[in-house]
């Protein structure tokens, strides 16, 4: 029944290792995106992908690089972790690509990510 | 740069209402959007103005002023499960969502 869902809800690691979150949707939607919220609660988008195609890839470190297999599924690999990265990952989809106004997002239930 | 503005905290009694604002300077408007975030949860949407105006949901309304570059989200007849962060986010002319730091919701019995 989950509509957006992501594993692991929770992943502690050391500096230097490699992580990846998993990410899958049932709502049939076109667009997906992956959002970093840090201490402040700032929700900052990382990656959006439209139909498997990148349509929006932020500033963000090259160490991060989303995969998506499909239109239902956006994973999110991280090489080489630092203790910055340390923040809740949210998963998010949409109807579509965001180039109309009411695009509501979908989010899952986030992946909290400590770095040791 | 673009910015969203919201208080960090708010306070209010339940049974009463409250009225949570926030200011926006982006590149363009196409739209702004309120979200409610429960702790250790996912945002979940709650409102979406375009046009000037309030739109009411229950006991959520949501109010914009473009001209003003201004929007509220009032919350009636406060309940206990209200306690939450509460995001604005606006879509600005690339269709580029851009969010608040979100304002912290305690509800009082």
């Known amino acids: 029944d989950t509509a957006v869902s992501q594993t692991p809800k929770y992943l502690v690691t050391q500096m230097g290792n490699d992580k990846s979150i998993k990410c899958e949707q049932n709502l049939g939607h076109d667009t997906m995106y992956w959002y970093k919220q840090d201490s402040k609660k700032f929700l900052k988008i990382m990656f959006s992908y439209n139909n498997k195609e990148l349509i929006i890839n932020e500033t963000v470190p090259n160490r991060f690089s989303p995969k998506s297999p499909d239109k239902a599924h956006l994973n999110l690999h991280i090489n080489s972790l630092e203790l910055g990265d340390s923040a809740v990952y949210f998963c998010?989809?949409?109807?579509?690509?965001?180039?109309?106004?009411?695009?509501?997002?979908?989010f899952g239930a986030g992946s909290r990510l400590t770095v040791l | 740069g673009q910015n969203i503005d919201q208080p960090t905290e708010m306070t209010a009694t339940e049974g009463a209402i409250v009225q949570i604002n926030c200011t926006y300077q982006t590149s363009g408007f196409n739209g702004l959007f309120w979200y409610q975030q429960h702790a250790g949860e996912a945002p979940t949407f709650l409102s979406y103005?375009?046009l000037d105006g309030l739109e009411e949901k229950g006991r959520f309304s949501s109010f914009l002023s473009r001209s003003k570059g201004y929007s509220y989200l009032l919350l009636k007849e406060l309940q206990m499960k209200d306690s939450a962060s509460y995001l604005c986010?606006?879509?600005?002319?690339?269709?580029?969502?851009?969010w608040g730091a979100g304002t912290k919701l305690i509800i009082k019995p």
């Open positions: 986010a606006v879509l600005d002319s690339n269709y580029q969502l851009i």
């Open positions: 103005n375009v």
């Open positions: 998010a989809s949409s109807p579509r690509d965001g180039s109309s106004g009411a695009n509501v997002l979908t």
